[in-house]
């Protein structure tokens, strides 16, 4: 499977972005979808997530009420809708799929065995 992350650039505080993530490949053995972001010098953090069949979404507190994570199934596509930035949510932006049947959707990084190549979001204040 191979993840096409885009859509990141540079923005001020208050607009929105929409970040996407095509899927190529044998993408019929993921079930589900996520993503993460990492500032520098910070740790990859969970920032959103989406299963497969059913849809089910999961946030991370500090983008719960602003960001949207969607699935397009004919254009295997996944998106991220961010808005109301704030300068905090600075970062590369990745995006990741899982092979893992779980009953909840997965927040830590090595439940996802593929990732795209990252997206720069930059929010100015």
């Known amino acids: 499977v191979q993840l096409q992350a885009s859509g990141g650039g540079l923005v001020q505080a208050g607009d929105s972005l929409r970040l996407s993530c095509a899927a190529s490949g044998r993408t019929l053995s993921t079930k589900g979808m996520g993503w993460f972001r990492q500032a520098p010098g910070k740790e990859r953090e969970f920032v959103a997530g989406i299963r497969w069949p059913g849809g089910s979404t999961y946030y991370a507190e500090s983008v719960k009420g602003r960001f949207t994570i969607s699935r397009d199934n004919a254009k295997s596509t996944v998106y991220l809708q961010m808005n109301s930035l704030k300068p905090e949510d600075t970062a590369a932006y990745y995006c990741?799929?899982?092979?893992?049947?779980?009953?909840?959707?997965?927040?830590?990084?090595?439940?996802?065995?593929?990732w795209g190549q990252g997206t720069l979001v930059t929010v100015s204040s």
């Open positions: 990741a799929a899982s092979r893992e049947s779980l009953p909840v959707i997965p927040t830590m990084a090595r439940r996802y065995a593929y």
